[in-house]
């Protein structure tokens, strides 16, 4: 290992970032890691929508979905509700691209956390697509983990199996992840959107998996053509340095040509091909950008 995260380390400690975990690799090789305490599994959030991404990319290549695939289309039964709307403000017509790259529709996006843990309705997809939109499909960016869960519920209803259950022969167990824990709907569907369970040395397995474009071990895991598609910018967004960066496929776009996988209280998965290195890390920690802060001006500078 060749890269000090001393800096890094006294930075976050100095700003009372509450970081758990970091992981640095470079050229395919270990770098770097520190952790507060050890490495352990732990929730990752919203870095499981860009797993579930890896499902959508798979099912793509078996001619199983494409990106102009429509809720209607494995969902007739929840498409009619909305009598009088456009075709372009129906649910049903919500297409594949439109739910991976968050322009679903919605000014308050459905099934957040909160709205998951009390919602009396166990169909979610019935859910989703009950509710009215507010403005056409590909306008504007809305961050929604609800479009995230119904891309799962796709994905299980084109492939005859959660994407858990889908993910684990083709990316799970090759990358050595063994044993995966990942939430599930009332229904038994992945949740997809958050909910899975590694650990930071895991999640920089990924990391490696997406700068390598797929590639494993002399395997093609992931289409290399999807890889690049889902990890480059999709639609504009708005926010603090690294969310008005661009959102592609489930994965956020940052500075210095960087994209990056990303949860809740700060799980994160960095990947800068043009340094050929991967940052994971993992975090209780609200303040992201001020994490991502501390991996530009402290790692950053020695890759």
């Known amino acids: 290992m060749s890269i000090s995260l001393s800096g890094f380390v006294d930075r976050i400690s100095s700003q009372r970032l509450n970081v758990l975990s970091a992981r640095v690799l470079q050229h395919g090789a270990p770098a770097a890691a520190w952790d507060l305490t050890r490495d352990e599994r732990r929730l990752q959030h919203s870095v499981s929508k860009s797993f579930t991404c890896m499902a959508v990319g798979?099912?793509?290549?078996e001619g199983k979905l494409s990106l102009d695939t429509k809720l209607k289309d494995f969902f007739p039964q929840h498409a009619g509700g909305h009598v009088g709307a456009p075709p372009d403000m129906q649910p049903g017509e919500l297409t594949l691209y439109n739910l991976l790259r968050m322009s679903s529709g919605h000014d308050s996006p459905p099934l957040w956390a909160e709205e998951r843990a009390s919602l009396q309705e166990k169909d979610w997809v019935k859910?989703?697509?009950?509710?009215?939109?507010?403005?056409?499909?590909?306008?504007?960016?809305?961050?929604?983990?609800?479009?995230?869960?119904?891309?799962?519920?796709?994905?299980?209803?084109?492939?005859?199996?959660?994407?858990?259950?889908?993910?684990?022969?083709?990316?799970?167990?090759?990358?050595?992840?063994?044993?995966?824990?990942?939430?599930?709907?009332?229904?038994?569907?992945?949740?997809?959107?958050?909910?899975?369970?590694i650990s930071n040395e895991e999640l920089s397995r990924f990391g490696q998996l997406l700068l390598q474009k797929g590639m494993w071990e002399g395997k093609q895991?992931?289409?290399?053509?999807?890889?690049?598609?889902?990890?480059r910018k999709q639609i504009d967004n708005e926010g603090s340095p690294d969310w008005s960066q661009g959102y592609g496929c489930q994965f956020w776009m940052c500075r210095h040509d960087a994209y990056r996988a990303d949860g809740a209280h700060g799980q994160l998965c960095v990947v800068i091909p043009g340094k050929n290195a991967v940052i994971a890390v993992n975090s209780e920690e609200d303040d992201i950008q001020g994490i991502l802060d501390a991996v530009w001006a402290e790692i950053l500078p020695q890759l």
Request: one cysteine or more.
């Open 127 to 197: 859910y989703y697509m009950s509710l009215p939109l507010d403005r056409p499909q590909g306008e504007k960016f809305t961050y929604s983990s609800g479009d995230t869960f119904v891309v799962s519920a796709l994905v299980q209803a084109a492939v005859g199996e959660t994407v858990k259950d889908y993910l684990t022969p083709r990316l799970f167990e090759p990358l050595c992840i063994k044993d995966v824990s990942w939430e599930t709907s009332p229904l038994g569907v992945t949740l997809g959107c958050a909910g899975l369970s």
């Open 221 to 231: 895991l992931v289409p290399a053509e999807w890889i690049e598609f889902a990890t």
């Open 58 to 61: 798979l099912a793509i290549a």
